[in-house]
């Protein structure tokens, strides 16, 4: 176990459709980072939140969005979904935002969209 | 181009064997090196990193970085089944921005 937890483990949804991925941070972590896993692209970093606040932005759609509340718990919403948002999300934390020696990663959640 | 290239295998070798997986980059700019395993259905697990160039050896891994040829490889010495994985090498560019750049990964099986 990695100290951070993600829910749900798997979904499944219909296109068209929203849905809220959960990452609850290692205890004492501030930074939090969201990646997408997928097949042909690999792990590409979606967002980075600290301490509540936005802190970087890579490759996410406007049809995302995500924020971290007041007790370090971040959300991933991912709406009116299309087959290709169908990947790994993965949820990574470290203790401070500048951390350039890697981060630990959750289990992530497995999105299926039919 | 992508940024970060990396041979995605499979490569399949027998129990004990000397292992050495291997990305290059495009950007220069890179000054953070890192090496994840991921096994299948879990999350990436950070193996080792090191700045700039040089090597850093920790147990049965060695990690070298060639900034000059824009090269990092990872070494793994008398390989067992459980290592297993994809393997992801990563790197940024230090600062305020330390987003991780991925490569693909590497898929490794270990034959007993």
């Known amino acids: 176990d990695s100290g951070v937890t993600q829910t749900p483990k798997h979904l499944i949804t219909a296109t068209g459709q929203r849905v809220t991925l959960r990452c609850s941070p290692r205890?004492?972590?501030?930074?939090v980072y969201w990646y997408q896993q997928s097949l042909d692209q690999g792990l590409q970093f979606l967002i980075q939140?600290?301490?509540?606040?936005?802190?970087a932005k890579g490759n996410i759609l406007e049809r995302f969005s995500a924020q971290q509340f007041p007790d370090l718990h971040s959300e991933l919403n991912l709406s009116s979904l299309e087959l290709g948002d169908s990947a790994l999300y993965f949820c990574?934390?470290?203790?401070?935002?500048?951390?350039?020696?890697?981060?630990?990663f959750g289990s992530g959640t497995r999105l299926t969209v039919v | 181009q992508k940024e970060v290239e990396q041979d995605p295998g499979p490569l399949s070798v027998p129990e004990g064997a000397i292992v050495s997986l291997n990305c290059t980059y495009s950007?220069?700019?890179?000054?953070?090196f890192m090496w994840y395993r991921q096994y299948s259905r879990k999350g990436p697990e950070l193996l080792m990193y090191?700045?700039?160039?040089g090597n850093k050896e920790d147990g049965r891994f060695t990690a070298q970085v060639d900034k000059s040829s824009k090269y990092i490889s990872l070494f793994i010495r008398d390989s067992q089944p459980s290592d297993s994985a994809t393997y992801l090498c990563?790197?940024?560019?230090?600062?305020?921005?330390?987003?991780?750049?991925f490569g693909t990964g590497t898929l490794l099986a270990v034959q007993p």
């Open positions: 990574a934390s470290s203790v401070i935002s500048t951390n350039n020696y890697g981060y630990t």
């Open positions: 205890s004492g972590d501030l930074s």
């Open positions: 939140y600290y301490n509540g606040e936005e802190r």
């Open positions: 950007n220069s700019a890179f000054q953070y």
């Open positions: 090191t700045y700039s160039s």
């Open positions: 990563a790197m940024s560019y230090g600062g305020a921005t330390n987003k991780l750049i």
